[in-house]
């Protein structure tokens, strides 16, 4: 039988019946191999099996090799005659004819043996493909090369095994010709280990790492633990042997390098003996060899840049070049190639190194050469690794802050000066104060600059010396220094005391230059009484006159003055559409203006007093002094809105503005200036709310209703969220059947600091300050919700529709109502028709054009809409269709004076047969007799709501309510 049946008779002997170990020794074969189980299932295929056939394992894994392999030549008599041998359990050779993956057609020769344990049957099969061809040509000529060799040669298979060695070889490994012929790098008869004394696996032996790469290895250093127990040393080069009839074999050559390694190894305790000594250091070592790259680090070194070795394995040279910042590489490798030249002794670089956080840290690494090659190469290379960052990053923000201050020393705009303070010389100055006093530094130093003091300012240097004495620091505190051309310079003088690092004392003094802003303050103090915009006397002149005039008044009881507090209307309007330069353009007219009706009153008002100021923003106040009663102050407000209402034309543009007067009269012990002034600014509000372009005269009761307003405002601001507010519900009936078809809902609000505060006080403000908005979602969800309860409980009885009012405000919203709208609908699982939003006819009438638009947005959303209080705005029945609306609800009004009225009981009946023409629904509010109640069915109407049918109420008592009677058994 030859080698390679025998090598598989081996083989099939080892297995014990397991997948793993079967794989681990066929691994080894250069032989296209399969493994099957007993039922002849493919377990594993080796790789030369793939290369052969163009099948992989995921290819034939659980398939029987004929299923795949077989074609339409193959002999089906020899198949059979296959088939019961392996069925039998017997080994069978056989040849063949079988297809390739790409179709080729190829003959196989194959031995097939069983395995399994003795006696039992087999577990599976192997099937092997003999190698036939031989490579004694090739191995006769590699023979001249491996006896003439100095160095240890052995030539190794594709597969890692020994096919020839040189008796250099036989020497160096221990072994004879004949035991090294056919070992692996497996082979259990010798250890091999790595540079670091570590077990070296057998794949990472350099053969056949270059077997698996193709490149060659140079100076790999290996270490061999021989049979006879002693460890020999060897540097091995490796290199490819390509073959023309097979994969290319790898030929191994390697010196004895034992005693240069027990040097080495020798060098390298004592350097651990030198690293524990470091470790209590905090210094970090450091290993180089040169020749392969390989590194070796204590753990301090990694732990300086934020790792540890394993974060950083596997480690070598390279990976320490990655972590240097560029601009220090270059000096490190600088220093590296002088060392290595003998140039330098040492290498010895302060460097940055990348931290892992991803910032620098400064390191002090320093080395030396351990030892060198015959030839003088560089070998083993130790050293050190010193944090010194702190340290390092001390220096360097010292020398900046020295190269800052000296920056700031010199060209500080301020003068800086040094003085000190054992002989109080001074020992430096800036050029800021050279130019400053317009003296060179050389004759402000020593003693010269106390000589040019003058005896105040010498003065104030002893005042300022015993401050800095008890509390180190002086100033700030202004003083006149002398210019060498004889003028003042103001200054400002501060300091604070140093000691230097040998302990003297020293005094930094900052002279800031405040010529320019004392010049300035004179200017100020000048303008002080004037408005910069208009030029009219400001709110200071305003108050040091109306004190004279009240001290006046309190003195001559006859005397009486009135304060005429004016705020334009839309003011803020001109300026966000114009801006702010037409605004000022504005306000310089108005002032004009009120300048022209003040010098119209002539000399007389003026001497008496009279003033035109400019309280601030679009505020201005008129003083009338020496008026006779609030008349006369009432004419002077009205020669003021006829002044004031001619057109302004700003920026290319007709501008019209009016304004608010609020009118305050002083007279007696009452005028007191802040009190004038809040009381016209009260009644300038009052103005504004009664329609702007209004005088208001304050009268006691104006402040109580602002105070009142205030506090109702104030309340309102988080009433949603305490829950202040309730909802009642007044019933809308059907005028025919007297039964609730819909409810109206309407707000209500406790306070608990106020009370119950009437809905016609608290919307207005709640408009007026814009907090309806959250208000009216809360109402519009209620509502809604509240609705959906009813129908829960009593569907029957329920009302069909709820109605809830909108205000102004709320329709200003436009597409956000739409959302609050849909939203509300869509959590309270109601359908919009059932809703019906109430507008009354005056905010219609406000904005016609937006009103429809937002209508027309309501309407497609399938909610109903009803104009509310028809009758008491200004439109008219035929403007009815042009707005969708389903309702139209007649104000009490017009229900009240049906009876007394002829003429508006004829214009109800036309306006309720307009409304039911128009195809909508109508719905006559405030009933409260029964009367009333007749005449509107006489007239066709068609709904009713009034105390009539029930006052508004509680949600869980309106069901019970409206229900209608029981029927009696009678």
């Not at 000529?141 to 190794?156: M, W």
């Not at 570590?198 to 056949?208: D, F, I």
């Not at 300091?495 to 230059?513: K, N």
Request: charged share 25%.
């Amino acid at each position: 039988m030859n080698a390679p049946e025998s090598a598989s008779v081996l083989l099939a002997r080892r297995i014990d019946g397991t997948m793993p170990q079967l794989e681990q020794l066929l691994t080894r074969t250069s032989h296209p191999t399969i493994v099957t189980d007993a039922q002849r299932r493919v377990l594993w295929v080796n790789q030369a099996f793939v290369e052969r056939t163009g099948f992989t394992l995921e290819d034939m894994l659980g398939k029987t090799p004929g299923s795949v392999l077989q074609c339409d030549e193959t002999d089906p008599a020899e198949v059979l005659r296959l088939r019961a041998a392996l069925n039998a359990g017997q080994r069978v050779r056989t040849r063949l004819r079988n297809r390739a993956r790409d179709g080729e057609r190829y003959w196989v020769e194959l031995d097939i043996q069983p395995f399994g344990r003795p006696g039992a049957p087999p577990t599976g099969f192997i099937a092997v493909q003999p190698e036939i061809a031989a490579r004694d040509a090739a191995t006769e000529r590699i023979r001249a090369v491996l006896e003439t060799a100095a160095a240890g040669v052995v030539v190794q298979d594709a597969n890692g095994a020994i096919v020839d060695c040189n008796p250099a070889a036989e020497r160096l490994l221990g072994l004879s010709h004949e035991q090294l012929i056919g070992v692996t790098s497996l082979d259990p008869r010798w250890r091999i280990i790595d540079a670091d004394c570590q077990a070296l696996p057998g794949h990472q032996h350099p053969a056949m790492r270059t077997l698996r790469g193709g490149g060659p290895l140079r100076n790999v250093l290996m270490g061999v633990e021989l049979p006879d127990g002693s460890r020999r040393w060897l540097s091995v080069n490796t290199t490819l042997l390509p073959r023309d009839d097979g994969a290319p074999w790898v030929v191994c050559s390697f010196a004895d390098v034992t005693a240069r390694r027990e040097l080495e190894l020798q060098l390298h305790d004592q350097w651990q003996l030198l690293t524990t000594t470091l470790k209590g250091t905090r210094t970090a070592t450091w290993e180089w060899h040169v020749a392969s790259g390989a590194v070796r680090f204590t753990e301090r070194w990694a732990e300086i840049i934020g790792y540890t070795l394993a974060d950083l394995a596997p480690l070598d040279f390279q990976a320490w070049q990655r972590h240097v910042h560029p601009d220090d590489a270059v000096e490190a490798m600088s220093q590296l190639d002088q060392h290595f030249a003998g140039t330098l002794e040492h290498y010895d670089i302060e460097l940055r190194m990348r931290h892992r956080d991803g910032s620098w840290r400064w390191v002090h690494a320093r080395g030396r050469l351990a030892s060198r090659s015959a030839d003088g190469q560089p070998l083993l290379m130790l050293g050190t690794h010193e944090d010194i960052h702190e340290r390092k990053s001390a220096a360097i923000a010292a020398a900046e802050a020295y190269t800052m201050l000296h920056g700031l020393f010199e060209l500080a705009p301020v003068g800086i000066g040094l003085v000190d303070l054992q002989t109080l010389c001074a020992t430096d100055y800036n050029q800021a104060l050279c130019d400053m006093l317009g003296y060179r530094r050389d004759e402000l130093l020593g003693p010269a600059m106390n000589g040019r003091l003058p005896g105040k300012l010498a003065g104030l240097r002893d005042r300022n010396l015993a401050e800095v004495e008890q509390t180190g620091r002086y100033g700030p505190c202004e003083a006149t220094l002398q210019h060498r051309g004889g003028h003042a310079v103001d200054v400002l003088l501060s300091g604070t005391r140093v000691v230097a690092s040998d302990g003297r004392p020293y005094l930094w003094s900052i002279i800031q230059d405040i010529s320019q802003r004392k010049a300035m303050e004179r200017g100020l103090r000048a303008a002080a009484e004037q408005d910069r915009l208009t030029g009219l006397p400001n709110r200071s002149v305003l108050m040091q006159r109306l004190e004279q005039l009240a001290e006046r008044a309190r003195s001559e009881p006859s005397f009486r003055f009135a304060l005429l507090f004016l705020d334009f209307d839309r003011f803020k309007l001109i300026n966000d559409t114009l801006g702010h330069d037409a605004g000022d353009e504005l306000l310089l007219g108005l002032g004009l203006r009120l300048r022209g009706v003040l010098a119209a009153a002539g000399p007389d008002a003026v001497a008496a007093g009279s003033m035109v100021a400019r309280f601030g923003g679009d505020e201005f106040v008129y003083v009338a002094a020496g008026i006779e009663n609030t008349d006369e102050a009432r004419s002077v407000a009205d020669r003021l809105q006829l002044a004031l209402a001619v057109p302004y034309r700003v920026k290319g543009h007709e501008l019209h503005s009016t304004a608010s007067i609020g009118i305050a009269l002083g007279e007696g012990p009452c005028a007191v200036p802040h009190e004038l002034l809040r009381n016209a600014d009260t009644a300038m509000y009052e103005a504004k709310r009664a329609g702007r372009c209004t005088t208001v005269v304050f009268d006691d009761g104006m402040h109580a209703r602002l105070t009142r307003a205030l506090r109702v405002e104030a309340g309102l601001r988080n009433a949603v969220q305490r829950g202040e507010f309730s909802l009642v519900y007044q019933p809308i009936v059907d005028l025919e059947s007297g039964k609730m078809s819909s409810v109206e809902a309407l707000l209500r609000w406790h306070s608990p600091d106020i009370g119950a505060v009437s809905p016609n006080e608290f919307i207005p403000i709640a408009e007026e300050s814009g907090q309806i908005i959250a208000i009216g979602e809360w109402v519009l969800r209620r509502a809604c919700q509240q609705w959906a309860l009813w129908q829960r409980q009593d569907a029957a009885a329920a009302p069909a529709g709820m109605s809830v009012n909108l205000s102004r405000v709320q329709m200003a919203l436009g597409n956000r109502l739409l959302l609050v709208v849909r939203s509300a609908l869509a959590d309270a699982a109601m359908p919009a028709s059932a809703l019906q939003l109430e507008i009354t006819e005056r905010e219609v009438m406000k904005d016609p054009a937006g009103a429809r638009e937002l209508m027309i947005g309501l309407s497609a959303l399938g909610v109903r809409l009803a104009m509310d209080d028809f009758g008491t705005g200004t439109s008219s029945l035929g403007c009815l269709r042009d707005y969708p609306f389903d309702t139209i609800k007649i104000d009490k009004a017009f229900v009240t004076d049906l009876g007394r009225d002829p003429h508006v009981l004829a214009v109800a009946h036309a306006t309720v047969n307009v409304i039911e023409n128009l195809g909508m629904v109508s719905v006559a509010e405030g009933i409260e007799d029964p009367a009333e109640v007749a005449m509107l069915q006489a007239m066709g109407c068609r709904y009713g709501q009034g105390y009539f049918f029930a006052r508004p109420m509680a949600a869980d008592k309106l069901l019970a309510a409206m229900a209608p009677p029981a029927a009696s058994d009678g």
